[in-house]
């Protein structure tokens, strides 16, 4: 826009200067206050392109910063949270050990099914209305028979639902028929 403002005064400056010597003088101040009006918004504009380009920069930064921060917030909320589940893990197992090792088992009757399923309920949870690993279905209230049978059959390695199968089978193997039955009753009881 600019290079046609000044392209238009040249132009009538040549066409008045056949028009005489006051004519030419007038064309020379246009032109002179032309390009002084067109260096002044030149400045004009660079310096609103710096302060634009500042003030972009200054909130970039404070926009990544903010982002840190709340990153840094959110790692330190998730390790607490892991620390917080491994804790109840570990003291899950250890509940679960000591229980086991008080039971005394014999092979026919199996243990108390409420004993047997302290192994269970770090995954199934306490009532067995937890779904283990986001994975499982809910175990509560299943009769006993089926439980039994879906226990034989990971026990076995039969069975593999939604991926557990290798799981469900780690944590049978050292369960006789008697737990099993034990077991099996007390979750349908849940």
């Given at each position: 826009?600019?290079?046609?403002?000044?392209?238009?005064?040249?132009?009538?400056?040549?066409?008045?200067?056949?028009?005489?010597?006051?004519?030419?003088?007038?064309?020379?101040?246009?032109?002179?206050?032309?390009?002084?009006?067109?260096?002044?918004?030149?400045?004009?504009?660079?310096?609103?392109?710096?302060?634009?380009?500042?003030?972009?920069?200054?909130?970039?930064?404070?926009?990544?910063?903010?982002?840190?921060?709340?990153?840094?917030?959110?790692?330190?909320?998730?390790?607490?949270?892991?620390?917080?589940?491994?804790?109840?893990?570990?003291?899950?197992?250890?509940?679960?050990?000591?229980?086991?090792?008080?039971?005394?088992?014999?092979e026919s009757e199996g243990a108390d099914g409420a004993v047997v399923y302290t192994k269970c309920s770090g995954c199934h949870g306490k009532d067995g209305k937890t779904k283990a690993l986001?994975?499982?279905?809910?175990?509560?209230?299943?009769?006993?028979?089926?439980?039994?049978?879906?226990?034989?059959?990971?026990?076995?390695?039969?069975?593999?639902?939604?991926?557990?199968?290798?799981?469900?089978?780690?944590?049978?193997?050292?369960?006789?028929?008697?737990?099993?039955?034990?077991?099996?009753?007390?979750?349908?009881?849940?």
């Amino acid at each position: 826009m600019t290079k046609i403002t000044l392209l238009s005064l040249l132009a009538a400056s040549v066409l008045f200067t056949a028009c005489g010597e006051d004519t030419k003088k007038a064309a020379t101040e246009t032109t002179a206050k032309t390009i002084e009006v067109a260096k002044e918004t030149t400045s004009d504009l660079e310096k609103a392109a710096t302060n634009a380009a500042e003030a972009t920069k200054n909130a970039a930064e404070e926009l990544a910063k903010a982002a840190k921060e709340t990153a840094d917030e959110a790692g330190a909320a998730a390790k607490k949270a892991a620390d917080e589940l491994k804790a109840r893990a570990v003291a899950t197992t250890e509940a679960a050990k000591e229980k086991l090792s008080k039971a005394v088992v014999s092979e026919s009757e199996g243990a108390d099914g409420a004993v047997v399923y302290t192994k269970c309920s770090g995954c199934h949870g306490k009532d067995g209305k937890t779904k283990a690993l986001g994975k499982s279905a809910l175990i509560a209230g299943q009769s006993a028979g089926d439980l039994a049978k879906k226990l034989e059959e990971y026990k076995e390695g039969k069975r593999n639902v939604s991926g557990m199968g290798t799981l469900m089978k780690g944590q049978v193997t050292g369960l006789s028929e008697g737990d099993i039955l034990s077991v099996s009753e007390y979750i349908s009881g849940l």
